[in-house]
C-alpha cells in the first residue's frame, strides 16, 4: 500500500548534528502535552481512510467513477501577514459565509469525500474556522491545515478538530521575519508547538524564494528539534496558476536545482524531510513544464474558492470558467470541474504527490 504524504514516521536522523541551526533553539515544550482527542484519527483509522482512498483512485483511474475524495478549502483570502511571495492574499475579498460553508462540507460528506484541507490566505482569519472544522471532523473527515501558526494560540479548539497542520516557515528568525514581519518566526513556531501538544500531526513547509533558497538546512534542523518532519516547494511567479513564469520572488534557477539535489542527498540520508524522492525530482524541473503523467485534479481533487468557485486544484489559474457549489450544489458542481488532460506545471509538493498516487506510480514507494 502507497504511503501517504505527512503519514511517515519522524525519527531522529543520523546527522542531526551537522544541521543544528546557529540561532534559536526550538526543543518542544515537555509540560503540557496532551493525548489525542477521541475524534481525532488514530492508526486503524489511518489505515481505513488509505484503504478507501486507494480503492475509489483505482475506480476513478479505471473505471472514471470520479468523485471529490480530497478537497482544498479556501474559506478566506484575507491574511494576517503580507508574504514577499505570495500574491494570492486580498485583504478585502468576500470570505466564504459560515453557513454556506456549513452546507458544503455536509455535501462533501454525502458524495464521499474523505479528506479536506483548509487552506487560504489564512484560514484562521475566517470568523467560522471553529465551526468548519468541527462540522467536517463530526462527518468524520480526514482534517488538515495550512497555516502560517501565528494565530492558533487565539484560537487553540480548531485545533480539537484538525489531524494535520501545516506551518509556513521562511528560514531563521532573521529571514523568515523579513519576509513576514517582525516577531512572525517565534509566533509560528510556538503554533508548531501548541498543534504538537494538542495531538496534531504537524509539519513545516518551506518555500524556496529568492530571499531564502540557501536557508533550507536551518528548516531542516528546526523540524528535527521538534520532531517533525519539512517540506520544500518553489515560489512560482503565480501561485494560483503554475504555468506563469517566475518573477523577482522566485529562486535563481540553478540555486533553486542546487537546493533540490542537496536535499536529495539529505534525504537519502534519514533527514526529515517530508516530500518523496519523487517529488523532490519532479519538483527539480521548475521552472521547465514537466507533465506528470496522471493528473488527479477534477477526478479525485478539486479546490473550492471562498467565492465557491470549484477548480481541479489550487494551481490551475482563477481566470477559467469554473462552477459554483453555492449555485449549483456540491455533486453538481464536481459534475462540471474542469478536468485537466495536458497539465505539465504541477509545482505543489503535496499536489503531484496525490497525482503520482493517483496515476498508480511505484516509484512513489521508494524511500531514497
Known amino acids: ?29 515537555a509540560e503540557g502535552a496532551s493525548e489525542a482527542r477521541p475524534n481525532r484519527l488514530g492508526t486503524r483509522d489511518y489505515v481505513r481512510y488509505s484503504a478507501k482512498l486507494g480503492a475509489r483512485m483505482l475506480a476513478s483511474r479505471l473505471l472514471s467513477r470520479h468523485r471529490p475524495l480530497l478537497v482544498n478549502i479556501e474559506p478566506t483570502h484575507r491574511c494576517n501577514l503580507d508574504c514577499v511571495y505570495c500574491d494570492k492574499v486580498d485583504q478585502k475579498s468576500p470570505q466564504m459565509a459560515t453557513s454556506a460553508a456549513l452546507r458544503m462540507l455536509d455535501e462533501l460528506a454525502a458524495v464521499g469525500t474523505l479528506s479536506v484541507c483548509f487552506d487560504g490566505g489564512e484560514p484562521l482569519v475566517h470568523p467560522g474556522i471553529e465551526q468548519l472544522v468541527r462540522r467536517a471532523k463530526t462527518h468524520g473527515l480526514r482534517v488538515s ?17 484538525v489531524d494535520v497542520v501545516k506551518i509556513s516557515i521562511d528560514g531563521p528568525a532573521h529571514v523568515h521575519d523579513a519576509g513576514r514581519g517582525a516577531g512572525s518566526f517565534e509566533k509560528s513556531i510556538a503554533g508548531a508547538r501548541l498543534a504538537l501538544q494538542a495531538g496534531c500531526k504537524v509539519a513545516i513547509r518551506m518555500t524556496l524564494a529568492a530571499h531564502n533558497v540557501q536557508y533550507f538546512p536551518e528548516v531542516i534542523g528546526y523540524a528535527k528539534q521538534l520532531g517533525i518532519q519539512a ?72 479546490a473550492i474558492g471562498p467565492d465557491g468557485n470549484m477548480y481541479p486544484c489550487g494551481r490551475t489559474g482563477r481566470n ?17 470541474v ?24 511505484i516509484r512513489l514507494l521508494r524511500r531514497k
Open 231 to 302: 517540506l520544500f516547494q518553489p515560489a512560482i511567479g503565480n501561485i494560483m496558476n503554475g504555468a506563469d513564469a517566475p518573477e523577482a520572488h522566485s529562486a535563481d534557477v540553478d540555486g533553486y536545482r542546487a537546493a533540490i539535489d542537496e536535499l536529495l542527498r539529505l534525504k537519502r540520508l534519514g533527514e526529515p524531510i517530508g516530500n518523496e524522492p519523487l517529488c523532490l525530482e519532479h519538483l527539480r524541473n521548475w521552472p521547465d513544464p514537466t507533465p506528470v503523467g496522471s493528473c488527479s485534479g477534477g477526478r479525485v481533487e478539486v
Open 145 to 161: 491545515m495550512s497555516t502560517n501558526g501565528m494565530l492558533l494560540q487565539r484560537k487553540p479548539r480548531v485545533l480539537d478538530c
Open 320 to 336: 477559467l470558467p469554473a462552477p459554483n457549489v453555492f449555485e449549483l450544489g456540491v455533486a453538481r458542481a464536481f459534475e462540471h
Open 338 to 361: 474542469l478536468r485537466p488532460t495536458d497539465c505539465k506545471n504541477c509545482w505543489c509538493t503535496l499536489t503531484v504527490a496525490g497525482c503520482f498516487l493517483y496515476g498508480g506510480d
Open 1 to 29: 500500500m502507497f504511503r501517504l504524504p505527512l503519514l511517515d514516521s519522524t525519527a531522529e536522523s543520523p546527522s542531526a548534528q551537522r544541521l543544528q541551526p546557529a540561532r534559536a533553539s526550538l526543543q518542544p515544550d
